[in-house]
């Protein structure tokens, strides 16, 4: 893949762009559905939603794009409790209404299946929609691992259709139990364990 563009860290003011990003990678999929039945509301209200949490991981995590900003992966540190989203529930109702009530049900079972043990959270992996294919999920996955290998620490993860679950597998993903939306939808938590590389053990020799 070295002809791809290099990961590199998104700004800021880039919290926008990488929204809508992740809003259009993520309309096709079925919970998305549920989420916002109608669709000429769906990228409007994803992309907002998606918002508060994009801008919550730069300060509580990473978001790293490619380098040509086709895409994106939002991670939070979960090595120790994270508060919310300022004035979360205020700004979610402002922006999913009439839908208020899935995403908090989506919340809660999101909250309900996450593990408490430290680790990194990748809450998006986004690619435009004509780079899909190409290896650039891969190389933002790989960017990040390399950092969680070098430190020994796992990652976990909500995958939501098959395919991607499948991806994450192939990135030494574990299943976890999967859960469901009200309509069936269907999530797929996974969690990567944390390796150990040579370079994050003690010298030999050491005490």
């Given amino acids: 893949m070295s002809h791809l563009p290099p990961p590199t860290r998104a700004a800021y003011d880039e919290r926008d762009a990488v ?9 096709p999929l079925a919970p998305v559905a549920w989420l916002v039945p109608d669709p000429d509301q769906r990228r409007a209200i994803l992309t907002a ?13 990473e978001v790293h794009t490619l380098e040509d900003r086709s895409a994106v992966a939002v991670w939070f540190h979960r090595t120790s ?38 680790h990194h959270h990748l809450a998006f992996l986004a690619v435009a929609a004509e780079k899909q294919c190409t290896g650039r999920g891969t190389a ?3 960017h990040h691992h390399a950092a969680l290998d070098r430190v020994g620490l796992p990652a976990y993860l909500e995958a939501s259709s098959t395919g991607s679950r499948d991806l ?37 020799g050491a005490p």
Wanted: proline residues 13%.
């Fill in 49 to 61: 939603n998606f918002r508060i949490l994009v801008e919550h991981a730069f300060f509580y995590g």
């Fill in 168 to 204: 994450y597998a192939r990135h030494g993903y574990l299943p976890r139990q999967p859960f469901h939306l009200p309509d069936g939808a269907t999530f797929y938590p996974m969690w990567r364990p944390a390796v150990q590389t040579r370079r994050s053990q003690p010298d030999e």
């Fill in 81 to 118: 409790p994270i508060p919310p989203p300022v004035e979360y529930e205020r700004r979610l109702a402002a922006v999913c209404d009439p839908y208020t009530d899935r995403f908090e049900t989506l919340d809660k079972l999101f909250d309900a299946h996450h593990p408490t043990a430290p």
């Fill in 19 to 27: 929204s809508a990003l992740i809003a259009d990678a993520f309309l």
């Fill in 140 to 142: 933002l996955l790989r």
